[in-house]
């Protein structure tokens, strides 16, 4: 057994220029220019990540400073080869830009330059990571680039060419490498593996192939990672995506089949399965995604080649989805309810919670049809008339419940709002009123609701808002907190429900006020309860940040019940909830979460 283990990748780095995989372009230009001896004083070499920069350069500066060279086939024997495959010679110097990026930095390579090589015919310069320079070191080299001393190749190497100076860029012969494709990471994984005696299946290495972004340097990376499994037993594609962190074929396929039939319980149990095995809704969410991308790439192409070549799935794969005979149009749906149900997912502070509730959506997709939206605007002609205004009752006070001070109880008495209006014509407006008929505003707030497209707005107007009234083509919705109302003023939400409004009653307006516990508002799913007689209490018709109860320290029994129906609904609606949903709910329980 070895002492020192040697990764895979860097045991199977490129030597020579056959060994080049994927950059055919790049490879015929070098070649061409050692042949006819038309060698440049500065290469700029661009690319992704792991397809090849460093080791090209590597292999320019052997063929140059073979001890047979300048040659297209270094001898990888000679002193000089040998130097730059250890990166240790004299005459081929590698810096690392991103620890060496200041103007003394550069000052030190300028006098480098000026050293005559030792060993071989020229001496190259390979600059690593070369955007990361400051403007001074870039400023420091412009005139070393463009005139070096006899035998001096600078070579640079860099993902970000955008980031290099223009006046540096048109200093040198500038190279784009391109990403290595999936067929020529597969042939050469193959290669390694059988070297390696690593059992792999083709479906695996198309699975690494896939998921590498077209770095071959990743690609084996992760071959290496696995190699170890594949000695005694034979690698495949789930132990792949397991490790890249992907949720399995099977597994998304049942959670679509779950969602596509409606089974919400089982959906949900999908969701936490998926979760208590390590993957964060995020995570799961972005997989989701590409999954419905490939099935809808399936349900409308026949050619499975172009199906593989295009997705990550197999044979096998693609007739297990035709099996299924998803309808087109539902998947579409669904795939657009995840869409919008990310952007809430990868900011909240409660993604899971998010992934659950986009699981339910897309469960219970939301549709309606031009006839009931024409219905409901039918039944809304009539114009909603304002009920009269009752005097108030003043409610009995109890004497043990008053810590009123003696002479300040005169101005904590209930008077009649005629007399307030009498005193105070200005100042204190008319009380404000519900509609005339409250099912018939809770009918119309609900049509609104449905008739939001989207689904985070849809959830935070009708969890987070309260129906005021419907009064002269008016809606006003009431927020018990100031962080809601300014939610609720946001333009991406405030253009869904105007959207909405502008369906189901055109010529309505919306309007947003603050509102506490004490204020009156329409029950959306009202239910039937004893009829008794109600006291009310006046109050501004606004319910502005400035309004004010004529006495706080009076409540009437029917708002303390109407209260106490709430928070008993709010707890059955919770039981609905899976365990992880219900702590999360106890825990954000008051709070407004963006």
């Known amino acids: 057994m070895e002492q020192n283990y040697l990764p895979l990748f860097r045991k199977y780095r490129p030597q020579s220029f056959k060994d080049i995989v994927g950059q055919e372009s790049l490879v015929k230009a070098l070649s061409n220019a050692i042949e006819l001896n038309k060698i440049a004083n500065a290469y700029l070499f661009c690319g992704p990540r792991g397809t090849g920069k460093t080791s090209s350069a590597r292999i320019f500066a052997k063929s140059l400073n073979c001890e047979h060279g300048p040659t297209l086939t270094p001898c990888q024997k000679c002193a000089s080869c040998v130097d730059i495959t250890n990166t240790t010679g004299l005459d081929v110097i590698e810096i690392d830009a991103a620890s060496n990026r200041g103007i003394q930095d550069a000052k030190d390579l300028i006098a480098q330059v000026h050293y005559a090589p030792v060993n071989g015919k020229y001496k190259i310069f390979i600059i690593d990571e070369v955007h990361m320079l400051t403007g001074e070191a870039f400023n420091a080299l412009l005139k070393t680039f463009e005139e070096p001393p006899k035998n001096v190749i600078f070579i640079l190497a860099t993902t970000e060419p955008h980031k290099v100076l223009e006046t540096i860029v048109s200093r040198c012969q500038r ?56 000695v005694k037993e034979e690698i495949n594609k789930d132990l792949i995506e397991e490790l890249l962190g992907k949720v399995n074929f099977d597994v998304m396929l049942e959670l679509l089949n779950n969602i596509s039939n409606q089974n919400v319980e089982k959906t949900i149990a999908n969701i936490e399965d998926i979760y208590t095995k390590g993957n964060e809704p995020r995570n799961l969410a972005e997989n989701f995604i590409e999954f419905l991308r490939n099935v809808i790439l399936v349900l409308n192409s026949s050619n499975d080649e172009i199906i593989s070549k295009c997705t990550t799935l197999i044979t096998q794969d693609i007739e297990k989805i035709r099996a299924c005979n998803f309808d087109k149009d539902k998947i579409t749906k669904i795939l657009n309810i995840f869409v919008e149900y990310y952007k ?36 809304n002609q009539t114009e909603i008339k304002p009920l009269p205004i009752k005097t108030p009752v003043a409610a009995p006070v109890k004497e043990e419940k008053r810590t009123v001070q003696p002479e300040k109880i005169e101005q904590q008495e209930v008077k009649p709002a005629k007399e307030i209006k009498e005193k105070n014509p200005i100042q204190n407006p008319p009380p404000a009123q519900i509609s005339e008929n409250s099912e018939n505003s809770a009918e119309i707030w609900v049509n609104v609701i449905q008739a939001i497209s989207s689904l985070p707005a849809k959830a935070f107007y009708s969890g987070v808002a309260k129906l005021v009234k419907i009064q002269d083509k008016k809606i006003v919705l009431g927020f018990l907190h100031e962080n809601a109302l300014v939610q609720a003023k946001s333009n991406s939400k405030l253009s869904q429900l105007n959207d909405a409004i502008a369906k189901i009653c055109p010529d309505y307006s919306v309007e947003f006020t603050r509102i506490d516990s004490t204020s009156q508002t329409i029950a959306v799913k009202p239910k039937i309860v004893p009829q008794r007689p109600k006291e009310v209490i006046p109050q501004e018709s606004n319910f502005t940040d400035n309004s004010k109860h004529v006495s706080n320290s009076i409540k009437s029994d029917d708002n303390q019940n109407q209260q106490e129906e709430e928070k008993e609904t709010s707890k059955k609606n919770i039981e609905n909830y899976s365990p992880k949903v219900k702590s999360m709910i106890e825990q954000f329980n008051g709070r407004i979460i963006d």
Do not use: C, H
């Open 175 to 230: 190279f784009d490498l391109r990403r290595i494709t999936i067929e020529d990471i597969i042939k050469r994984l193959r290669e390694i593996a059988n070297l390696e005696n690593i059992k792999i299946t083709d479906d695996a290495l198309f699975t690494i192939a896939k998921n590498v972004s077209g770095g071959l340097r990743d690609s084996i990376a992760l071959l290496d990672q696995v190699s170890i499994l594949g």
């Open 344 to 379: 809430e997912i990868k900011t909240s502070t409660n993604p899971y919670l998010w992934m659950e509730l986009a699981g339910i959506a897309a469960n219970n997709p939301v549709s309606q049809s031009s006839q009931q939206i024409n219905i409901v605007k039918q039944q």
